[in-house]
Structure formats: structure tokens, C-alpha cells
């Protein structure tokens, strides 16, 4: 008998997704008016503890709501995380700017300590304004991505910003739902200590909506102006006037409606993938070759996405194991080029990436969907066990 095929990530809609898309449809508010939107909007802003939240098409369309309400334009520089998904960096480029590539620490996520050694190597502070010393430019804010669903360290790299004027914007398109449980910010969620938080509802996203994104802020200046940037920037409802270049990224109605109903699942969610994470800890770290990369302490991670270590001792090369694993009908995936190798970013400064790069050769992320049986993990368990003989 074939085996039956084990996705990487698949949503999950066990429950009421049919019955509110029904009442979006029933109401014929399909569009991106009716009551869904803002029913959304508020019900993510109450669950991490933001003070609003301004719903979006995608997690790429909202990150480029926050470089344009963090005032990031043609000319500046914002500090970037090379290992990371491109949609965390090409909103710099749609708003003008450059980014400048910082490597990552043990967590996956960009390293505080490497980003405080580029500053005090490349900029000087000027009229209050961050300045790299090398192009002239000035380095306006900072995106932090929460990697996998793990935390990136946020007292180190928020003191940075600080020090040296930076905006902050976190990219938690992966990490809806994680927050810390200990330390200054206990109690946090990730997307909420920075100025401007971004999270998206696409298909392998811990909840989706099909494809959206929600931006979260404390900031009213940040959300109304990106509210507005994101409806056409309507200044005058009845008489359709504009008063800066915006855009149509509106959350529709019935996507709204979708997220209504996985986020009351969420922390279910995030149980099942905590628990699962556990299991193949327990089966593959220290064994047959392998680690399992650990989530960081004092933090409930939504443990999003799996990252399955290969050690060189294995007698496999990574890609081939990832092959061996999809002929016996389990996906799994590399983790992400480097961004600074991508596009015509190799022109960009990048600082510190040895470890990033590191990683890049060694990760191999688990089938994780929120509806994975311990049997498949088994399964997938069995098979990697039997790769590392060879
Ligand atoms: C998914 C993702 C995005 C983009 O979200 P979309 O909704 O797919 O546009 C951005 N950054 C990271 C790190 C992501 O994983």
C-alpha cells in the first residue's frame, strides 16, 4: 500500500470557518465593507494587547504599511535580517530604501549583539539622526523577524533602537501568539513591543484567512495613517479626493469572517503544536544525527514551524535527505536562502551572516500542520532514523 502523503503545512478548519463565510455571503457583504472587518480588526488587537490593529491583504502589504508610516523613504537605510522570507526586506526596497544585512544568533532570529557591533563599527548619531558613516544615509528603522515563531531577543536589539533613533518593525507574520512569560517584558506578545507589529493570515500561517495580514500598533498616528494608505488615501469620502499616493489592500469581508473563526481556534492551535514539537524533540534531538533547534526560554512559542539541525557527521547531505523524505511521500522543506544573496541585493551592506549561512546548509523544517497525528510523526520519525544508517 502507498503510503499516504504528509504535508509540510495545511490549514486547519475544524471549526465555524463555514458558518461565518456563509453569514459574509447570506449578508452579501463579500466585499471589503460589512461588520467582519472591523469585528477582526479588534478581536486581534484584544488578544495581543495592542492598542489597535488595521486589517490587510497580505503580511507583504502590511510590512509595506509600516515602512511608509514609519516615514521610511528614497534614500534611507533600514536594518534588515538576512535569514528571513524576502517579504520581510522588498517592502524597504517599495518604499525606496536599502536595507543593510545583519546576521542571526542560536535563535534563527537577527542577533542583537551583531547589529550593536555594526552600528558602533558604521554610524554616528547627528542631529539625533542615525547616519552610516560609509554612504551618508540615514539608517531610519529596524525590522525584526520573529523567526519560526521563536522570539527574537527584543530587550537587546529595543535598547539599540533606542540608543541609536531607530524605528522598529516587527515582521510576526510567524509568531502570532507568542508572547514572554518572564523577563521585562512579560506579557508581551510578539508584534507589540516594537512600533509597529505585522502579522499574515496565508495559507501556511498558523491561522489564515486564504491570504491576508493585520497590522498592530500603540501608535493612533501609525494605525489611522496606515488605514488610510491602505483604502486609496481617501481624504474626502463623497468626493473622492486623495491626498497622498495609496493603495488597495483591504481585507475583504469573507476573509475576515474566515479569521474570525481561526482565531477562536488559535490557542488550540498552538497546544497541538506545542505538543508535537515535544514529540519529535523527544524521538530525534541527540539522535541519529540530528538536533532539533529549541525555542527560546521564558516564551510561550506558537512553534510555528519545526527546524530539523542535519550534523556533518550525517552521511547524508541535507537536500538529499529532504529528497529521500519526498520519495517516501513526506514534504519538508530547506530553510530560506539568504536574502543578501537574492535579487540585486548582493549590492547591499550585510554584516555578521556566517552563522546564518550556517544554518542555511543545515535546516530542514518537519511536517508541522495543526492537524498532524502523532502517527505521521511517527512516520516521518521512522524514516529519518533510517536515513541517518545511510
Ligand atoms: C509569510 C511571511 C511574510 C509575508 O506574508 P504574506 O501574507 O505571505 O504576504 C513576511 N515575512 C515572513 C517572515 C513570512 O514568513
Known amino acids: 500500500?502507498?503510503?499516504k502523503f504528509i504535508p509540510l503545512s495545511v490549514p486547519n478548519f475544524c471549526g465555524n470557518e463555514k458558518e461565518y463565510v456563509n453569514d459574509a455571503v447570506v449578508s452579501e457583504w463579500?466585499?471589503?465593507?460589512?461588520?467582519?472587518?472591523?469585528?477582526?480588526?479588534?478581536?486581534?488587537?484584544?488578544?495581543?494587547?495592542?492598542?489597535?490593529a488595521v486589517a490587510c491583504n497580505s503580511g507583504t502589504s502590511g510590512l509595506h504599511l509600516a515602512m511608509l508610516a514609519a516615514g521610511v523613504g528614497p534614500g534611507d537605510e533600514v536594518i534588515a535580517p538576512t535569514l528571513t522570507f524576502i517579504a520581510a526586506v522588498n517592502p524597504i526596497r517599495y518604499?525606496?530604501?536599502?536595507?543593510?544585512?545583519?546576521?542571526?544568533?542560536?535563535?534563527?532570529?537577527?542577533?542583537?549583539?551583531?547589529?550593536?557591533?555594526?552600528?558602533?563599527?558604521?554610524a554616528e548619531m547627528r542631529d539625533g539622526r542615525c547616519i552610516n558613516k560609509r554612504t551618508g544615509a540615514h539608517i531610519k528603522a529596524m525590522v525584526v523577524v520573529h523567526v519560526f515563531g521563536n522570539m527574537a531577543s527584543m530587550p537587546g536589539l529595543l535598547e539599540i533602537a533606542k540608543k541609536y533613533n531607530l524605528i522598529v518593525i516587527e515582521d510576526a507574520t510567524e509568531a502570532l501568539g507568542t508572547y514572554y512569560t518572564d523577563g521585562p517584558f512579560k506579557g508581551k506578545y510578539a508584534g507589540?513591543?516594537?512600533?509597529?507589529?505585522?502579522?499574515s493570515f496565508n495559507g501556511n500561517k498558523i491561522?489564515?484567512?486564504?491570504?491576508?495580514?493585520?497590522?498592530?500598533?500603540?501608535?493612533?498616528?501609525?494605525?489611522?495613517?496606515?488605514?488610510?494608505?491602505?483604502?486609496?488615501?481617501?481624504?474626502?469620502?463623497?468626493?473622492?479626493?486623495h491626498d497622498e499616493v495609496?493603495?488597495?489592500?483591504?481585507?475583504?469581508?469573507v476573509q475576515?469572517?474566515?479569521?474570525?473563526?481561526?482565531?477562536?481556534?488559535?490557542?488550540?492551535?498552538?497546544?497541538?503544536?506545542?505538543?508535537?514539537?515535544?514529540?519529535?524533540?523527544?524521538?530525534?534531538?541527540?539522535?541519529?544525527?540530528?538536533?532539533?533547534?529549541?525555542?527560546?526560554?521564558?516564551?510561550?512559542?506558537?512553534?510555528?514551524?519545526?527546524?530539523?539541525?542535519?550534523?556533518?557527521?550525517?552521511?547524508?547531505?541535507?537536500?538529499?535527505?529532504?529528497?529521500?523524505?519526498?520519495?517516501?511521500?513526506?514534504q519538508t522543506r530547506p530553510i530560506w536562502g539568504l536574502i543578501q544573496d537574492q535579487a540585486d541585493y548582493p549590492r547591499n551592506e550585510s554584516y555578521g551572516t556566517?552563522?546564518?549561512?550556517?544554518?542555511?546548509?543545515?535546516?530542514?523544517?518537519?511536517?508541522?500542520?495543526?492537524?498532524?497525528?502523532?502517527?505521521?510523526?511517527?512516520?516521518?520519525?521512522?524514516?529519518?532514523?533510517?536515513?541517518?544508517?545511510?
Open 1 to 3: 500500500m502507498e503510503p
Open 354 to 390: 556566517d552563522l546564518a549561512r550556517h544554518y542555511l546548509d543545515r535546516i530542514v523544517n518537519l511536517p508541522c500542520s495543526t492537524s498532524l497525528t502523532e502517527e505521521d510523526a511517527q512516520r516521518v520519525v521512522d524514516v529519518l532514523l533510517e536515513l541517518s544508517q545511510g
Open 192 to 199: 507589540t513591543m516594537g512600533d509597529i507589529g505585522v502579522y
Open 30 to 52: 463579500v466585499s471589503t465593507g460589512g461588520s467582519k472587518v472591523p469585528e477582526f480588526e479588534k478581536a486581534i488587537a484584544e488578544y495581543v494587547g495592542a492598542a489597535g
Open 207 to 241: 491561522i489564515t484567512t486564504g491570504a491576508g495580514g493585520m497590522v498592530v500598533s500603540n501608535n493612533p498616528e501609525y494605525l489611522a495613517h496606515m488605514k488610510h494608505l491602505s483604502t486609496q488615501a481617501k481624504s474626502d469620502e463623497l468626493n473622492y479626493k
Open 95 to 122: 518604499a525606496g530604501a536599502q536595507p543593510i544585512f545583519i546576521g542571526c544568533g542560536d535563535s534563527l532570529c537577527i542577533c542583537p549583539t551583531l547589529v550593536r557591533e555594526y552600528l558602533e563599527a558604521n
Open 256 to 330: 475576515a469572517a474566515m479569521g474570525l473563526a481561526q482565531l477562536e481556534q488559535l490557542e488550540g492551535f498552538i497546544e497541538h503544536k506545542n505538543r508535537m514539537y515535544d514529540f519529535y524533540f523527544q524521538r530525534l534531538n541527540g539522535k541519529g544525527h540530528y538536533g532539533i533547534m529549541p525555542f527560546r526560554e521564558g516564551v510561550r512559542s506558537n512553534k510555528w514551524f519545526y527546524s530539523l539541525y542535519v550534523y556533518d557527521e550525517h552521511p547524508l547531505k541535507r537536500d538529499e535527505i529532504i529528497r529521500r523524505l519526498a520519495e517516501r511521500k513526506i
Open 246 to 253: 495609496g493603495y488597495n489592500y483591504r481585507l475583504t469581508n
